[in-house]
């Protein structure tokens, strides 16, 4: 879907601040009542937080 192993994200304050904006935005629709645009923010900040934090590898390892 995206290429979220790209050296872009290497920082580690980018992608906690990536996932802690897009479920902090899911939270926030979820307290104004629009559960539709919570689902689609928390399912991209679960699958954001998978890659950077579970399945992430150093894309500079040369591996």
């Known amino acids: 879907m995206f290429n979220l192993q790209d050296p872009f994200y290497r920082p580690l304050w980018l992608r906690i601040a ?3 904006v897009s479920l902090g935005w899911a939270l926030m629709e ?8 919570a689902l689609l923010f928390g399912a991209i900040g679960l699958y954001a937080a998978h890659q ?5 590898t150093d894309p500079d390892d040369g591996a």
Do not use: E, Q, Y
Not at 31 to 36: A, C, E, M, V
Not at 52 to 56: K, N, Q, T, V
């Open 52 to 56: 950077f934090f579970i399945a992430w």
């Open 30 to 37: 979820v307290l104004s009542g629009s559960p539709g645009f």
């Open 18 to 20: 990536i996932v802690a």
